[in-house]
């Protein structure tokens, strides 16, 4: 009996994970590549949810393929797959296109709705930011190159410097190092969101 309704369990379940599978890879698939993390959401399922609504739409049934007088045949569900991975990757290289800025500059003055600071601030993607952060409670500033952050308004949000320089400034704009480790580039440092005054991109 057990073993009869495991096998029309087994039948029935693709039926209900095809209804937010693909949606879900294609959300996945973006935020992978854009670098964000993603969270788990009753909205995040909701979307996931929309998407494959739309994607079973699009996809009537399985695909027939003829290669070289071989006829191929590949089942929808796996069509569907392959559908929800293509679109999350190409909306997230979309997402960081030069076209994608100018026409949201066409729409609005700026595009900042949605990105960190640092997306803002950072022209080339593929330098690292050197920042100078002066903290609150110590008269410390320190510069380095940003090579992480969480941002993340769950999660006590943090940036990491690396290669980084310690020092005091007084008020004639004279410095007094007291680290140095410029020329170290594995040497870390974190630096949590609330312990920071001011953030500033040389």
């Not at 929800?84 to 595009?111: C, M, Q, W």
């Not at 290669?163 to 400034?169: A, D, N, P, T």
């Not at 007084?170 to 020329?183: A, P, R």
């Not at 594995?186 to 991109?201: A, F, G, P, S």
């Amino acid at each position: 009996m057990i073993m009869k309704d495991l096998l029309e369990l087994a039948k029935i379940l693709p039926n209900y994970i095809i209804l937010f599978c693909p949606g879900y890879l294609t959300i996945y698939m973006y935020y992978f590549f854009c670098g964000k993390k993603m969270k788990d959401t009753q909205w995040i399922l909701a979307k996931a949810i929309c998407l494959s609504y739309v994607y079973l739409n699009i996809v009537s049934g399985d695909m027939k393929i003829h290669i070289r007088k071989l006829e191929w045949c590949i089942s929808r569900t796996l069509c569907l797959l392959v559908l929800g991975i293509l679109i999350g990757i190409v909306a997230s290289k979309i997402h960081d296109s030069d076209f994608y800025n100018k026409i949201l500059e066409t729409i609005k003055e700026d595009r900042s709705f949605g990105r960190s600071e640092f997306d803002v601030i950072c022209d080339d993607k593929t330098r690292s930011m050197w920042l100078k952060v002066h903290l609150k409670e110590e008269q410390i500033i320190y510069e380095g190159s940003l090579r992480a952050e969480e941002l993340n308004e769950e999660t006590r949000k943090y940036i990491v410097l690396g290669g980084y320089r310690k020092y005091i400034q007084n008020s004639n704009g004279k410095i007094k190092y007291l680290e140095n480790h410029e020329k170290q580039e594995n040497r870390m440092l974190v630096i949590y969101y609330d312990e920071i005054q001011m953030i500033e991109k040389l």
